[in-house]
């Protein structure tokens, strides 16, 4: 049911745990299931320097969150912004039809610690003016 990448990703997952002091976090619940997913990044010279996630899900949710940090370690933050859940699940060569929800939350949890970082800079920006 599950393709090798997919099942590599969930027993041996990348990236796993928290950054206490991260630049962004990010948090999502999936709304199908409740499992929640939490994204954190490192982020310097506008490229994310390190990224780790936490999740209370699935184990398709486990291994599209170790596939999603691990492309978007090293890539600015704007092409991070592009990877899409699709881009993930054929990443790990396509997830079951009825776990196509599960790839969802990784993607939109790497998004939105992506805005909450650049929401702190620009509080930053406004503090400094
Ligand atoms: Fe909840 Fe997969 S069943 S994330």
Redesign the pocket.
């Known amino acids: 049911m599950y393709s090798d990448k997919v099942m590599e990703n969930f027993k041996n997952p990348k990236n796993t745990g928290e950054i206490p002091d991260a630049d962004g976090v990010g948090t999502v619940g999936?709304p199908?299931?409740g499992?929640m997913m939490t994204i954190f990044i490192k982020v310097k010279d506008n490229r994310i320097e390190d990224i780790k996630f936490k999740t209370f899900?699935?184990g398709?949710?486990i291994a599209t969150s170790s596939m999603t940090t691990q492309m978007a370690k090293g890539k600015t933050l704007e092409e991070a912004l592009k990877i899409s859940r699709k881009d993930v699940a054929s990443e790990l060569n396509g997830l079951p039809p009825v776990?196509m929800?599960?790839s969802n939350?990784a993607a939109d949890a790497l998004h939105a610690a992506i805005q909450d970082y650049l929401k702190k800079q620009q509080t930053k920006n406004e503090v400094k003016k």
Request: charged content about 15%; aromatic content about 0%.
């Open positions: 999936n199908v299931c499992d899900g699935c398709a949710a776990k929800h599960c939350l």
